[in-house]
């Protein structure tokens, strides 16, 4: 049974960093592209970032390029989103989620299963 669970939100100030994680279970973790997705009050769901099964290659939504860093540890069966200079508009729910198996690019592989997410807030 796939599980992932997710760790790290919290309330933080605007310009803070937070590190988010995910603990997979329950499949082949290194065989698999990971992602992340946010969904901020009232409003539908945003693909964050994603990384391919050895996490040799990334890819980051235009809104938090160049302030988050996913990455992962196959040994560990976790995923991490390190998340710098924080903004407001950044308060969300965050969702790790496993990329589906199959053939193609791993970062354009639909999602099959998500954790119930982490609450960031970024306020003063």
């Known amino acids: 049974q796939v599980q992932l669970v997710e760790s790290g939100g919290g309330l933080v100030q605007p310009g803070g960093s937070l590190r988010l994680s995910c603990a997979a279970s329950?499949?082949?973790?290194?065989?698999?592209?990971m992602f992340w997705v946010r969904q901020a009050p009232g409003k539908g769901l945003e693909w964050v970032s994603g990384v391919t099964s050895g996490g040799g290659t990334t890819a980051y939504a235009d809104s938090v390029k160049g302030r988050f860093t996913i990455s992962r540890d196959n040994t560990e069966n976790t995923l991490t989103l390190q998340m710098n200079n924080l903004r407001p508009e950044d308060t969300a729910a965050y969702y790790c989620?496993?990329?589906?198996?199959?053939?193609?690019?791993?970062?354009?592989?639909?999602?099959?299963?998500w954790g119930k997410g982490t609450l960031v807030t970024v306020s003063t």
């Open positions: 329950g499949f082949a973790f290194s065989a698999d592209s």
């Open positions: 989620a496993k990329g589906r198996a199959g053939k193609g690019n791993q970062l354009k592989r639909p999602m099959d299963h």
